[in-house]
Structure formats: C-alpha cells, structure tokens
T-cell receptor, first 108, second 114 residues
Framework: AQRVTQPEKLLSVFKGAPVELKCNYS??????LFWYVQYSRQRLQLLLR??SRESIKGFTADLNKGETSFHLKKPFAQEEDSAMYYC??????????FGSGTRLQVQP | SAVISQKPSRDICQRGTSLTIQCQVD?????MFWYRQQPGQSLTLIAT?????????ESGFVIDKFPISRPNLTFSTLTVSNMSPEDSSIYLC???????????FGQGTRLTVV
C-alpha cells in the first residue's frame, strides 16, 4: 500500500530564511505527487504538482525517485507562507493519500 | 475549477444520533471523495462515490456506519450514523477537475460528538 511521510509536524523559520518541507513516499508504481496547502480559515487547495514542474508562489518541488522524496522548497520565506502543508500521492484509483502535514510558521 | 459547497460547516451532536453532510458541486463530476480528518491527524479517505453505483469504501469504513448517496453528478451526502465521541472529526468532500489534474475540497464539516 502507498504511504506518504512528512517527518516534521512544525517548522518555524524567520522571514527571508530558506524553507524545506520534507516528504517521502512509498509506492510500487509510478507516483503522481502533489503539495496541498491550507491557509488559516481557508479550504485545502493545490499548491503544485510534480508533473508540471512549475514554481508557485516561489515554491518548487522535485521528484527524486531514487530517494522517493518530493521535498518542497522556497529560498526566501514570507510571512504569508505560514500555513499547513500536505504532501499527497495519487494512484490510478484517483483518490489522494496524504501525509500527516507540516505546519510552517514564518516569523517576522 | 470546481466550487464545492459543504453543509453544515459544523455541528455538535449527541452520541447515538446521526448526521448527514451535504456536498454540492457547481459542475458535473464523475467521482466524489469523502475524507475524514481526526484531531491532529491527516486526511484519510472514507469512500469514493460514483453516480449510479454503490460507493467504494476503504478498509476500516463500512456502509452501515457511513452510508453515502450520490443521486446525480453534482451532489452527494455522507451520513455518520450512531455517532460516538470517536467520530468527532472534520469531514471533507472532494472532487477532481475534468482533466484529473487537481482535486478541489469543500470547506469541511467540523463534527463534535458529546
């Protein structure tokens, strides 16, 4: 069965510092990987997906199949980045398997 | 994109009673998903609901406890039956866009069972 692991429950950084939110997965097939974000009082929404290889709000994530990782990175954190971040994996069944989430706190 | 309206947004219920959560989508979608997020936990898939067929439940979830209806391509309900305090969670409805590239979520139903 597939599994997504986010080892950090909380990551606290200062504004302008680099950010890396870790995500590792286990899945025997070809994974589709996503990062979803939930800002305070808002619904869960897509941040980025590995197939598009794009940068959203300064965030990037590279799929490393050798290390089975999909870490989310941003070179300079902003206060508005404070939110709950979920790494998710999708299989052929189309439903998402979520990691436990990491709360990012960006302090001024 | 898809806009999902989920009702109620929150409720406090007595143990032993049932609550039905509604999910309305502004476009026709084939698959709808129901997730549960227990306090301090991640989202766990309860079931997948396709229009015109029985819902498919994940391990640990059964139809008698979580009956689901899917009468058309824009609407679904999840009932939490015979509730106990362990059912206190956030319940979320989700759909995928037509290109299957992104999942959209309702705002969730925060259920507290006392």
């Amino acid at each position: 069965a597939q599994r997504v692991t986010q080892p950090e429950k909380l990551l606290s950084v200062f504004k302008g510092a680099p950010v890396e939110l870790k995500c590792n997965y286990s899945y025997s097939g070809s994974p589709e990987l996503f990062w979803y974000v939930q800002y305070s009082r808002q619904r869960l929404q897509l941040l980025l997906r590995h197939i598009s290889r794009e940068s959203i709000k300064g965030f990037t994530a590279d799929l490393n199949k050798g290390e089975t990782s999909f870490h989310l990175k941003k070179p300079f954190a902003q206060e508005e980045d404070s939110a709950m971040y979920y790494c998710a994996l999708r299989t052929g069944r189309r439903a998402l398997t979520f990691g436990s989430g990491t709360r990012l706190q960006v302090q001024p | 994109s898809a806009v999902i309206s989920q009702k109620p947004s929150r409720d406090i219920c007595q143990r032993g009673t049932s609550l039905t959560i509604q999910c309305q989508v502004d476009s026709q979608v084939t698959m709808m998903f129901w997730y549960r997020q227990q306090p301090g936990q991640s989202l766990t898939l309860i079931a997948t609901a396709n229009q015109g067929s029985e819902a498919t439940y994940e391990s640990g979830f059964v139809i008698d406890k979580f009956p689901i209806s899917r009468p058309n391509l824009t609407f679904s309900t999840l009932t939490v039956s015979n509730m106990s305090p362990e059912d206190s969670s956030i319940y979320l409805c989700s759909v995928e866009d037509s290109g299957d590239t992104e999942a959209f979520f309702g705002q969730g139903t925060r259920l507290t069972v006392v």
